[in-house]
Nanobody, 126 residues
Framework: QVQLVESGGGLVQAGGSLRLSCAAS????????MAWLRQTPGKEREFVSA????????SYTDSVKGRFTISRDNAKNTVYLQINSLKPEDTAVYYC???????????????????WGQGTQVTVSS
């Protein structure tokens, strides 16, 4: 069993930065591919970024490439999402998700993650 708790969301002006964190419980965190997804009202949850179990491989949706950076610290059971150059269209609830030993190459199309966090709100004002 893995529990995920996100933090770091907030209200920020366009062009600003935030660092989201996702703290995981459990001793098998390093066995999970970790991902960030986001959702706005009335829309489906969309993939944002993912990182392999060892941190060596990452994946990003096109709209965030060059602005978002995902990282993880397995010693701290935490995955991070550094968000720079925020845009109003980045406004969403951001969710952390975990999938056991998932292949990074196909994680962007995965719908069935094993565990989800409760989400953290990111609001970008123009």
């Amino acid at each position: 069993q893995v529990q995920l708790v996100e933090s770091g969301g907030g209200l920020v002006q366009a062009g600003g930065s935030l660092r989201l964190s996702c703290a995981a419980s459990g001793r098998t965190f390093s066995s999970y591919t970790m991902a960030w997804l986001r959702q706005t009202p009335g829309k489906e949850r969309e993939f944002v970024s993912a990182i392999s179990w060892n941190g060596r491989s990452t994946s990003y949706t096109d709209s965030v490439k060059g602005r978002f950076t995902i990282s993880r610290d397995n010693a701290k059971n935490t995955v991070y999402l550094q968000i720079n150059s925020l845009k109003p269209e980045d406004t969403a609830v951001y969710y952390c998700a975990a999938k056991y030993q998932a292949y990074i190459g196909t994680i962007a199309t995965t719908k069935a993650f094993d565990y989800w966090g409760q989400g953290t709100q990111v609001t970008v004002s123009s």
